[in-house]
T-cell receptor, first 114, second 110 residues
């Protein structure tokens, strides 16, 4: 158990809808990362937050947004969903924001768009 | 951005034999190289990492080597066991971002 908690585990919705994925980092970790894992694109970095502030952006679509709250949990919001958004979404956390910090992953949210 | 290539994509080994997975990266500024193991239905689990100022690191049956000049790093698993069967990912870090290889599916035959 990595200590990173993601909810829900599974989410099924329709095209055009909006969903929110939630992540609680490991105790003591201040930085949260979001990744998308799909069969064709592999594991792709989306966005990183540290202590409530955005630190780095990767291949995140404009339809997607995230935030980190004062209690350090994070939410990833996906809107105007398309079939291609079906994927596993992982949250990871680390103590500090640097790119050389060990990141620990949760077990993900599987999003299925019908 | 950083580009990480990983080989082979699949690897089948006899229990007790060694497994080696190789990765190359493109940006010489990358300075941190973790390896993750992912089992079915689970998230990637960090198994070992190495920083750019170190050439080799070992943890029980797992070792990682780094060649900064050639920009490649490798994972070595010795005395493989059935529980080593999983997908393994290498990654390279630059500017707060981890770039992952495509993964290697390792099957350990009993």
């Amino acid at each position: 158990d990595s200590g990173v908690t993601q909810t829900p585990k599974h989410l099924i919705t329709a095209t055009g809808q909006r969903v929110t994925l939630r992540c609680s980092p490991r105790s003591g970790d201040l930085s949260v990362y979001w990744y998308q894992q799909s069969l064709d694109q592999g594991l792709q970095f989306l966005i990183q937050y540290y202590n409530g502030e955005e630190r780095a952006k990767g291949n995140i679509l404009e339809r997607f947004s995230a935030q980190q709250f004062p209690d350090l949990h994070s939410e990833l919001n996906l809107s105007s969903l398309e079939l291609g958004d079906s994927a596993l979404y992982f949250c990871a956390s680390s103590v500090a924001p640097g790119g050389n910090q060990p990141q620990h992953f949760g077990d993900g949210t599987r999003l299925s768009i019908l | 951005g950083e580009n990480v290539e990983q080989h082979p994509s699949t690897l089948s080994v006899q229990e007790g034999d060694s497994a080696v997975i190789k990765c190359t990266y493109s940006d010489s500024a990358s300075n941190y190289f973790p390896w993750y193991k992912q089992e079915l239905g689970k998230g990637p689990q960090l198994i070992i990492d190495i920083r750019s100022n170190v050439g080799e690191k070992k943890d029980q049956r797992i070792a990682v080597t780094l060649n900064k000049t050639a920009k490649h790093f490798s994972l070595h698993i010795t005395e493989t066991q059935p529980e080593d069967s999983a997908v393994y990912f290498c990654a390279a870090s630059i500017d707060y971002k981890l770039s992952f290889g495509a993964g290697t599916t390792v099957t350990v035959r009993a």
